[in-house]
């Protein structure tokens, strides 16, 4: 088994900055691939980035398409700890952010169901 402990988030202006955790213990070989999922009001769970224990980042579309340049995905793999550095927040950004892990490398990073662990969810509110 592992778990994981989410910290951070909370309430910001836009144009603020959060930093996310995301703790592993337990079965640490669970860890091997760990990813950001996030959940807008109303809306479906998106992968937002995955990491693996090697430092290897595959990241979703939207991450492409709207966070690069303000999100950033990072482990530390002596602390069994992955972030999500967010910065240049934007309204759009406000939704429950998950941290996820899996011990398997293969298969799609993307789809909820392939994560065996689940962070408890943390709030992040962007107001204008």
């Known amino acids: 088994q592992v778990q994981l402990v989410q910290s951070g988030g909370g309430s910001v202006q836009a144009g603020g900055s959060l930093t996310l955790s995301c703790a592993a213990s337990?079965?640490?070989?669970?860890?091997?691939?760990m990813a950001w999922f996030r959940q807008a009001p109303g809306k479906e769970r998106m992968f937002v980035g995955a990491?693996?224990?090697?430092?290897?980042?595959?990241?979703?579309?939207d991450y492409l398409d709207s966070m690069r340049g303000r999100f950033t995905i990072s482990r530390d793999n002596a602390k069994n700890t992955v972030y999500l550095q967010m910065n240049s927040l934007k309204p759009e950004d406000t939704a429950v952010y998950y941290c996820?892990?899996?011990?398997?490398?293969?298969?799609?990073?993307?789809?909820?169901?392939?994560?065996?662990?689940w962070g408890q969810g943390t709030q992040v509110t962007v107001s204008s």
């Open positions: 990491i693996t224990f090697l430092g290897t980042l595959n990241l979703s579309a």
């Open positions: 996820a892990a899996r011990s398997d490398y293969s298969g799609t990073y993307y789809d909820p169901g392939r994560y065996n662990y």
């Open positions: 337990g079965r640490t070989f669970g860890s091997n691939v």
